[in-house]
């Protein structure tokens, strides 16, 4: 990749309206970052939306300020990009990193779970993770208080390799005791990633999409302890839906932090007391396979030339067979008698009118307004 290309694709991440899903459809349909940034007035035009691209300026200071820092940026289709998040209906466009960037490509397993854990809890923790750095397994985890600091710390006690995905900046560790766990984990082997520019303070809205990366980087989760209705569970669900493997630790019935673990081991995950309850059951790679790609075809290298707009009887035709109820992008095609590719530029338009929302499972919905 060019620099100006990477310097665009950070460009484009950064605008206001342009989530993980658009970005990917902007790069399918005009073949690259640049391309995209200089159609978005037409489509806000036709969406009636506006998106608005940071200054160049801004972007050259992030990449300059990440670079001061030691960090780095990996793009969605670097070789460097770590392998399983990729697999993600909606990996994060560039990922900025802070120590070892190659130890997100190696076999990781996730160990999450309470804030306010229990001291038996984190003692599990540490061991867990240990274990797992001894069998060759990088752990990953949010660097949240409790369970997550105390896998942290069980992996660099190891001398094994530790990733730490945080909800803000890089340069905002979260929570601020960290700081230190934060700096130990960059120096002494592991990596620590961000999906956020600088300066991003960790909000609540962050922290789902910081699970969603734990959940994408990881062959496998385990959750120590976990209320119901926790960060945690969010986790595991994100991690199932993904198609990997779910361990949890049982926890005393009468303490409503083993609740979530022990619900989730009634549903299936395989009960775990110790590392080698997960290495013999962690597989060789995740139940599902890569959907989406961001790279050219090797029959027509070429950015594919921009359409017109397609006639706004068209997208009516399309959003009449669009509901409350998901519907696969395929069945759509068939129904309304467009081209393939005619239904996929016309969704993209509609999605950046706010008027449809693509799922996973290449399915639409309309808009909750």
Do not use: W
Not at 197 to 220: C, D, E, K, S, Y
Request: aromatic letters at 2%; one cysteine or more; proline letters at 10%.
């Amino acid at each position: 990749m060019t620099p100006a290309e990477a310097l665009a694709r950070l460009r484009l991440s950064r605008t206001d309206g342009i989530g993980p899903a658009t970005f990917r459809r902007l790069i399918a349909r005009h073949g690259g970052a640049a391309d995209a940034l200089a159609a978005l007035p037409a489509h806000a035009a036709r969406s009636g939306r506006a998106f608005t691209a940071p200054p160049v300026a801004e972007i050259e200071r992030e990449m300059i300020a990440v670079a001061r820092l030691g960090g780095s940026f990996l793009f969605l289709d670097d070789p460097a990009y770590p392998p399983l998040l990729a697999l993600l209906e909606d990996p994060p466009p560039v990922l900025a990193v802070l120590g070892d960037a190659s130890v997100l490509k190696r076999r990781q397993v996730g160990v999450v779970g309470a804030r306010s854990a229990s001291a038996a809890g984190r003692r599990i923790a540490e061991e867990l993770a240990a274990g797992l750095c001894m069998g060759g397994i990088a752990v990953t985890s949010g660097l949240a208080r409790g369970i997550d600091a105390a896998a942290h710390l069980g992996a660099l006690g190891a001398h094994g390799r530790t990733v730490a995905v945080v909800a803000g900046g890089l340069d905002q560790p979260y929570p601020p005791e960290n700081a230190t766990l934060q700096a130990r984990i960059a120096a002494e082997g592991g990596v620590v990633v961000s999906e956020a520019p600088l300066g991003t303070a960790p909000m609540a809205r962050h922290f789902p999409r910081r699970n969603r990366i734990v959940a994408g980087l990881v062959l496998g989760l385990v959750v120590v302890e976990a209320a119901p209705r926790s960060g945690s569970l969010i986790t595991a669900r994100l991690a199932l839906e993904a198609g990997r493997e779910l361990f949890a630790v049982p926890g005393n019935p009468l303490d409503p932090r083993a609740r979530g673990g022990n619900d989730l081991l009634r549903q299936g995950a395989h009960l775990t007391e110790t590392a080698e309850d997960v290495l013999a059951n962690l597989p060789s790679q995740p139940l599902e396979l890569p959907l989406f790609s961001l790279a050219p075809s090797p029959v027509n290298p070429s950015p594919p030339p921009v359409s017109a707009p397609e006639p706004p009887e068209s997208q009516a035709q399309i959003l009449e067979f669009i509901g409350t109820v998901p519907v696969a992008v395929d069945d759509l095609v068939r129904r309304c008698q467009l081209s393939a590719p005619s239904v996929q530029a016309i969704l993209l338009d509609l999605e950046l009118s706010g008027l449809v929302e693509c799922l996973p499972g290449n399915r639409v919905v309309r808009s909750v307004t």
